[in-house]
């Protein structure tokens, strides 16, 4: 069962001015799922989001962190995530924000935990320093051991590493 309550909005379209809400189920306290499409991905971990009731939020998957552009495999990450996103509706689970004040959130399409998925295929890496996510670990073990993406290459810098020295200008 998932975690909160699904929310079911029929309106069209995306209204750039709409506000952005809180999404927690006023009577539970519980985060709520929004649903929606990918309007367009900036990187392998983040994204502009439609929901359904019109409103846009800049999306951050949880708990990951995908390779920045100029990294192997961040043409790879971004592009997958397009291709599991498109023309579909998406679901996220908000969970709080970040210090750029994108929505952090776990999100699925309906079949795939995304966050998940992009660690498994070794498209991104666990951010352990800001998620604590037991499945997140073992799906990286896992792809470090099956030396899928990223874990490929036999010294793979995180991007946590590669902002440190790649400062964009």
């Not at 004040?101 to 498209?123: D, F, P």
């Not at 604590?132 to 946590?160: H, V």
């Not at 590669?162 to 200008?169: A, D, F, G, L, V």
């Amino acid at each position: 069962m998932r975690i909160g309550l699904l929310v079911l909005l029929f309106t069209v379209g995306c209204d750039p001015a709409s506000p952005v809400k809180t999404h927690t189920d006023t009577t539970s306290g519980n985060a709520v799922e929004i649903a929606g499409e990918l309007e367009r991905a900036m990187d392998g971990d983040s994204f502009w989001f439609c929901a359904h009731s019109g409103e846009r939020l800049e999306i951050r998957l949880e708990g990951i962190d995908c390779p920045e552009k100029g990294q192997p495999f961040a043409e790879e990450a971004k592009t997958w995530l397009e291709q599991v996103t498109s023309g579909r509706t998406i679901w996220l689970l908000p969970v709080g924000k970040d210090k750029y004040g994108r929505t952090l959130a776990n999100v699925h399409n309906g079949e795939i935990w995304i966050n998940g998925e992009s660690v498994r295929r070794g498209l991104a890496w666990h951010y352990v320093s800001f998620n604590k996510d037991g499945r997140l670990a073992r799906l990286q073990m896992d792809a470090q051991e099956a030396q899928t993406g990223i874990w490929s290459d036999r010294q793979p810098i995180p991007p946590w590493t590669y902002r440190k020295t790649h400062k964009r200008r």
